[in-house]
């Protein structure tokens, strides 16, 4: 998987003035995860996934925005980090020597 995602959002975000309909996601980079308990981001906790997203969405979006995403594009969302964790979990087994 790359180290971003693009994604078009179904029903759109209201951002300022402007309507947002689609992000681009970056795997997240540990200072990224600053300030919020990995297991809770791991197991995609709506106020983790609130504090990371503006940090590695682009255009950037606010954490109150987060609380605002249709369930829909939320999925989505979720989907896409849930693989940048799988993949690196794959990636260390990949990698580690055989016993």
Do not use: C, W
Not at 20 to 27: A, D, V, W
């Amino acid at each position: 998987m790359n180290a971003a995602q693009q994604i078009k959002l179904k029903s759109g975000l209201k951002s300022g003035k402007s309507i947002i309909s689609e992000l681009s996601i970056r795997k997240p980079l540990t200072g990224d995860l600053r300030g919020i308990k990995l297991v809770d981001f791991i197991e995609l906790d709506i106020d983790s996934l609130a504090k990371v997203l503006p940090r590695i969405t682009t255009p950037s979006i606010a954490e109150h925005e987060v609380y605002t995403l249709d369930l829909i594009d939320l999925s989505e969302i979720t989907r896409v980090i849930a693989g940048f964790l799988s993949e690196t979990s794959n990636s260390a087994t990949m990698e580690s020597p055989a016993e």
